[in-house]
């Protein structure tokens, strides 16, 4: 089953779904949203929103596929991993980014499924938009 | 966005704004509630007194559940069976629980105004589970919250609230939310039970005739009445006060249309409402209930933050 990470992840779990179902029956997908907020271990230093969760099944016993728009230093994915656990046990949990930030990981996790992977640096930020809410689709790379 | 303030202390000090990252933020804590593991471990790191100077089973409960959700530790005073009965001040009992490093105080307290007091002299976060006759902030919140959910908005909605307002900070509390948020607002109940003032101080109208209240409301909010009051010149029996002001199935069929009936509990059965509308289709005063955990868990997420 597909979970894509909230705020941003969900586009591009949203995209992948809609090619899948072109090539299997829809009702075969099971697709769920996540978001991580309430996990994250930097949660009481910075304030941030929670968006909807929605995880419509049981994940017991399930292969996972977690989706992200940008692999950083991995924390995001840390506590997804955290999240996930607390819905069941998964069989398996796989991780798919569409970008992957090589040399920055702060923890020790990698993708399975990867879009690209580059070089950047801790100043730099990288930024994925999405035409549902731009007006442009593009990959950015940014020096702060 | 933050709130505007590190402590809840009523919500006459809250903005409009903060309101609604309060509101929303519950809708999230709501879905954790029917998650199979109902905790997450954001508030981990706090430990967190429940200072209730005054007797009260359900809002300490939830706030305990909310606490204990967040993953948070918890501490319960109850000043019946503790050094309060020996004669320490407030000041002296709460800075002796904070030097054993507790962050937040959850606090309940006869006196209007001992959280306010207590947010001068203390560094950790407050948040008033009621205070005398003042405020009973996250109780007007779930209100609030419960009213969105079942009739989708604030703005606009007209709600009635019953019974005892002079002595009610629930009521106070809803008054100054609820106008806040665009709602409009009629107070019903017995003239003794109404401050003279109220309409020019709270810009809410008055309605002494309880059908006619219920006529023009879309939610009608039905406060406790007390019984220890019974005994003060105030209304002649409760018996009168039920004839007059409690709501029965009859009564609500008379009206025409469907409206909505909340509580904030422990509800008089046959006093202020009968049992059959407390149990009824337009009850949502177990949603209350339910809504209350989430909300407290927003409040305490939210305010744990200011914390640093």
Same mark, same amino acid.
């Given at each position: 089953?597909?979970?894509?990470?909230?705020?941003?992840?969900?586009?591009?779990?949203?995209?992948?779904?809609?090619?899948?179902?072109?090539?299997?029956?829809?009702?075969?997908?099971?697709?769920? #949203?996540?978001?991580?907020?309430?996990?994250?271990?930097?949660?009481?230093?910075?304030?941030?929103?929670?968006?909807?969760?929605?995880?419509?099944?049981?994940?017991?016993?399930?292969?996972?596929?977690?989706?992200?728009?940008?692999?950083?230093?991995?924390?995001?994915?840390?506590?997804?991993?955290?999240?996930?656990?607390?819905?069941?046990?998964?069989?398996?949990?796989?991780?798919?980014?569409?970008?992957?930030?090589?040399?920055?990981?702060?923890?020790?996790?990698?993708?399975?499924?990867?879009? #690209?992977?580059?070089?950047?640096?801790?100043?730099?930020?990288?930024?994925?938009?999405? #035409?549902?809410?731009?007006?442009?689709?593009?990959?950015?790379?940014?020096?702060? | 966005?933050?709130?505007?303030?590190?402590?809840?202390?009523?919500?006459?000090?809250?903005?409009?704004?903060?309101?609604?990252?309060?509101?929303?933020? &519950?809708?999230?804590?709501?879905?954790?509630?029917?998650?199979?593991?109902?905790?997450?471990?954001?508030?981990?790191?706090?430990?967190?007194?429940?200072?209730? !100077?005054?007797?009260?089973?359900?809002?300490?409960?939830?706030?305990?559940?909310?606490?204990?959700?967040?993953?948070?530790?918890?501490?319960?005073?109850?000043?019946?069976?503790?050094? &309060?009965?020996?004669?320490?001040?407030?000041? +002296?009992?709460?800075?002796?629980?904070?030097?054993?490093?507790?962050?937040?105080? /959850?606090?309940?307290?006869? &006196?209007?105004?001992?959280?306010?007091?207590?947010?001068?002299?203390?560094?950790?976060?407050?948040?008033?589970?009621? +205070?005398?006759?003042?405020?009973?902030?996250?109780?007007?919140?779930?209100?609030?919250?419960?009213?969105?959910?079942?009739?989708?908005?604030?703005? @606009?909605?007209?709600?009635?609230?019953?019974?005892?307002?002079?002595?009610?900070?629930?009521?106070?509390?809803?008054?100054?939310?609820?106008?806040?948020?665009?709602?409009?607002?009629?107070?019903?109940?017995?003239?003794?039970?109404?401050?003279?003032?109220?309409?020019?101080?709270?810009?809410?109208?008055?309605? !002494?005739?309880?059908?006619?209240?219920?006529?023009?409301? +879309?939610?009608?909010?039905?406060?406790?009445?007390?019984?220890?009051?019974?005994?003060?010149?105030?209304?002649?029996?409760?018996?009168?006060?039920?004839?007059?002001?409690?709501?029965?199935?009859?009564?609500? +069929?008379?009206?025409?249309?469907?409206? /909505?009936?909340?509580?904030?509990?422990?509800?008089?059965?046959?006093?202020?409402?009968?049992?059959?509308?407390?149990? @009824?289709?337009?009850?949502?005063?177990?949603?209350? /209930?339910?809504?209350?955990?989430?909300?407290?868990?927003?409040?305490? !997420?939210?305010?744990?933050?200011?914390?640093?």
């Amino acid at each position: 089953m597909i979970i894509g990470l909230q705020p941003r992840g969900i586009f591009l779990s949203d995209r992948i779904v809609q090619e899948l179902e072109k090539l299997v029956p829809p009702a075969t997908i099971q697709y769920g #949203k996540l978001d991580i907020t309430f996990y994250r271990d930097d949660v009481r230093k910075s304030l941030h929103i929670a968006s909807n969760t929605d995880i419509p099944f049981s994940i017991e016993n399930k292969n996972v596929i977690l989706v992200d728009d940008v692999l950083y230093t991995g924390r995001t994915i840390r506590a997804a991993l955290d999240a996930l656990l607390d819905y069941g046990r998964p069989a398996k949990v796989a991780l798919c980014v569409l970008v992957d930030r090589r040399f920055s990981r702060e923890l020790p996790i990698q993708p399975d499924y990867l879009g #690209k992977a580059i070089d950047t640096i801790y100043s730099q930020r990288v930024t994925v938009l999405w #035409k549902e809410n731009n007006d442009s689709e593009q990959v950015m790379l940014l020096d702060n | 966005m933050k709130l505007s303030t590190k402590h809840l202390l009523g919500i006459k000090h809250l903005t409009a704004e903060d309101i609604q990252l309060i509101l929303s933020t &519950a809708e999230q804590f709501k879905e954790v509630l029917q998650r199979p593991v109902k905790k997450v471990p954001s508030l981990r790191d706090v430990t967190i007194v429940n200072l209730f !100077y005054e007797n009260s089973t359900r809002t300490r409960m939830s706030f305990e559940l909310a606490e204990k959700r967040l993953s948070a530790d918890t501490l319960n005073f109850a000043a019946s069976s503790s050094s &309060a009965a020996k004669g320490e001040t407030l000041l +002296d009992t709460v800075n002796n629980i904070l030097s054993m490093k507790v962050d937040m105080v /959850v606090m309940r307290h006869s &006196a209007s105004g001992a959280p306010h007091f207590l947010a001068k002299h203390i560094p950790a976060a407050i948040v008033n589970a009621g +205070d005398g006759i003042n405020e009973h902030p996250t109780q007007a919140l779930l209100d609030a919250f419960s009213m969105k959910e079942k009739l989708g908005r604030l703005e @606009g909605l007209k709600v009635a609230i019953i019974g005892d307002i002079m002595h009610s900070r629930v009521a106070l509390s809803n008054m100054y939310l609820l106008q806040k948020m665009g709602a409009e607002v009629t107070v019903a109940g017995p003239p003794t039970l109404i401050p003279k003032y109220i309409s020019e101080a709270l810009g809410v109208r008055v309605e !002494y005739n309880l059908k006619k209240a219920l006529q023009w409301c +879309d939610v009608a909010n039905v406060l406790r009445i007390q019984l220890e009051r019974q005994n003060q010149p105030l209304f002649s029996s409760l018996r009168e006060y039920s004839l007059a002001y409690g709501i029965n199935r009859r009564l609500l +069929d008379s009206l025409g249309k469907e409206i /909505v009936i909340m509580h904030p509990g422990p509800i008089n059965r046959g006093v202020e409402l009968d049992s059959d509308v407390a149990d @009824g289709g337009s009850s949502i005063i177990l949603n209350q /209930v339910e809504n209350g955990v989430a909300v407290r868990m927003a409040v305490l !997420y939210l305010l744990a933050n200011r914390e640093n």
